[in-house]
T-cell receptor, first 110, second 114 residues
């Protein structure tokens, strides 16, 4: 099976920058996805890295390094509405379904 | 267009009863997934449907759980003889076949077994 590790919680103040790391142990996969889930809501797709490097979408960026078995989601200019859980996920080569990490709860303080 | 819809949004049932949860995916999405999420936990894969292929049932926790997808669209997840440990939010997601990294989730069904 696949194993993805994320920190369980991160707390930061408005305007700060938060980096959520995702380390994984898998023999091979198509790419790394990130999802956001607000409390009581459904997960929503944020970003996808098929190739190594940085992908930027507004205040959020995602990074992948296959050689280091590591990726991260970078949240910049934090806003209160960014308080949510963030999940990384991979689709292994021999599978169609995503394997999700346990999620990181981000709390933004005023 | 319309997103993924699920019904009911909440279901309270007595231990031992059967329940049916419904998922209506985005039109044109050939892939459909069921997940379970316990309070404060991650997403546990249950079952995956892709077009007319045999479903991947590898995540179903016991033979009390089953699912079907009729006409390549609507799916029903059935839990027989519910137990208290079945209490969770059941999430359905759909995607295009080639972009399973981008799944669209429904609002979920919160199941409470008393």
């Amino acid at each position: 099976g696949q194993s993805l590790e994320q920190p369980s919680e991160v707390t930061a103040v408005e305007g700060a920058i938060v980096q959520i790391n995702c380390t994984y142990q898998t023999s091979g996969f198509y790419g790394l996805s990130w999802y956001q889930q607000h409390d009581g809501g459904a997960p929503t797709f944020l970003s996808y890295n098929a190739l190594d490097g940085l992908e930027e979408t507004g205040r959020f960026s995602s990074f992948l390094s296959r050689s280091d078995s590591y990726g991260y989601l970078l949240l910049q200019e934090l806003q209160m509405k960014d308080s949510a859980s963030y999940f990384c996920a991979v689709r292994p080569y021999n599978d169609y379904k995503l394997s999700f990490g346990a999620g990181t709860t981000v709390t933004v303080r005023a | 267009g319309a997103g993924v819809s699920q019904s009911p949004s909440n279901k309270v049932t007595e231990k031992g009863k059967d329940v049916e949860l419904r998922c209506d995916p985005i039109s044109g999405h050939t892939a459909l997934y069921w997940y379970r999420q316990s309070l404060g936990q991650g997403l546990e894969f249950l079952i995956y449907f892709q077009g007319n292929s045999a479903p991947d049932k590898s995540g179903l926790p016991s033979d009390r759980f089953s699912a079907e997808r009729t006409g390549g669209s609507v799916s029903t997840l059935t839990i027989q003889r519910t137990q208290q440990e079945d209490s969770a939010v059941y999430l359905c997601a759909s995607s295009l076949e080639d972009t399973s990294y981008e799944q669209y989730f429904g609002p979920g069904t919160r199941l409470t077994v008393t």
